[in-house]
């Protein structure tokens, strides 16, 4: 085994994972303030006996009444020093000389031994709100996405040992996931239709990602968005409940060229549906006109009158009417 592989495996040895368990030597808070009420009455009922005066009137203090006074105080002040109290969804990660003993989770007021350190952990549902994020979508088009989400610890011993301050841990890593799932949608899927092209060749993962666009596809991209996440912060204790985009906007610099887009989009949409319903009724006024009179209108006239009728339905303007008193034949 060489020097770096000697390394690596003191590496991996030296890493400890921890996880929530129940704390020890943890009990009820208000037992412990009623003894330390009760050495500390004991105290200054040892100290006030322990002064006595002789025959002559000299005050004299007994050494051995002192020190267990003394002793008495200390034991009281151990008893007051190991109360701590603990809220609704709040628990208390204990150590001793550094060492992990356990987690307590339970309400109220509390006492351990006095040698043990606690650090106190809120398990309250916060929320995380990433500002203005400028990213390129999957098209490469630049566009601005922001996002909120709703977390809270789950594992009090992960969030104290595994990361030096998770809540920084929980904002850096909503950046990251919101760019890598920006990243993997076009804004429209409209753009990733025309950008791919009919005769492009695209794999499976590309198909189903340009089925899920940012704009359309909100709740599939934010359970994407909730999934990376709770992989992402399982390592610092900490839980997704939910997330949602609250901002999506093309870039400042092609936001007015992709509106023009959108209009001529439109448009064409609306020109498509003006000349179908033209062509419609231009086939039923021939078919009428050819059951109800008898007339049956030879080619040219019958393209005559599509022509006509196609120019008045599909203009925008009103149609002037042209009296035509000569023929078609000369």
């Given amino acids: 085994m060489t020097m770096q592989d000697h390394s690596a495996s003191g590496l991996s040895t030296i890493k400890v994972r921890v996880d929530d ?3 020890i030597l943890v009990g009820s808070g208000y037992v412990a303030l009623l003894l330390a009420l009760i050495f500390l009455v004991l105290t200054v ?17 007994s050494t051995w009444s002192l020190l267990c006074a ?28 550094g060492a992990y003993a356990g987690t307590d989770s339970a309400p109220g007021l509390r006492a351990t031994v006095p040698l043990f350190k606690i650090a106190k952990v809120s398990q309250r549902v916060r929320y995380h709100e990433c ?4 990213v390129n979508d999957l098209i490469g088009n630049p566009i601005e996405i922001g996002a909120v989400v709703v977390w809270r610890v789950d594992n009090s011993a992960k969030a104290i040992f595994q990361i030096d301050d998770y809540a920084d841990f929980v904002g850096a890593q909503t950046e990251s996931a919101l760019r890598h799932i920006a990243g993997r949608h076009p804004y429209d899927f409209d753009e990733a239709v025309t950008h791919a092209g009919p005769d492009e060749a695209v794999s499976h ?14 709740d599939q991209v934010t359970n994407e968005l909730i999934v990376e996440l709770k992989e992402r912060l399982a390592v ?47 086939k039923e006024a021939l078919d009428k006109l050819k059951e109800q009179t008898d007339i049956d209108l030879d080619p040219e006239r019958k393209a005559a009158m599509v022509s006509n009728l196609l120019v008045v339905l599909v203009s925008d303007k009103d149609a002037t009417p042209v009296v035509n008193t000569g023929t078609l034949y000369a």
Avoid: C, M
């Avoid at 500002?131 to 400028?134: S, V």
């Avoid at 189903?208 to 666009?213: C, I, P, Q, V």
């Fill in 21 to 23: 368990r129940p704390a």
């Fill in 131 to 134: 500002g203005k994020l400028k």
């Fill in 70 to 97: 003394l002793l008495s105080l200390i034991v009281a002040i151990l008893f007051g020093s190991s109360i701590y109290s603990l809220q609704p969804n709040e628990s208390a990660v204990l150590t001793l000389f």
């Fill in 236 to 282: 610092a204790g900490v839980t997704i409940n939910e997330a949602w985009i609250n901002h999506l906007a093309y870039a400042p610099e092609i936001a007015p060229v992709t509106l023009r887009r959108q209009q001529a989009s439109a448009v064409i949409a609306a020109r498509k549906l003006v000349v179908s319903g033209a062509v419609d009724i231009v």
């Fill in 45 to 61: 009922w040892i100290a006030y006996g322990a002064f006595t005066r002789n025959a002559y009137g000299d005050l004299h203090a």
């Fill in 205 to 218: 993962d590309q198909v189903a990602a340009r089925t899920l666009s940012l704009r359309e596809s909100g």
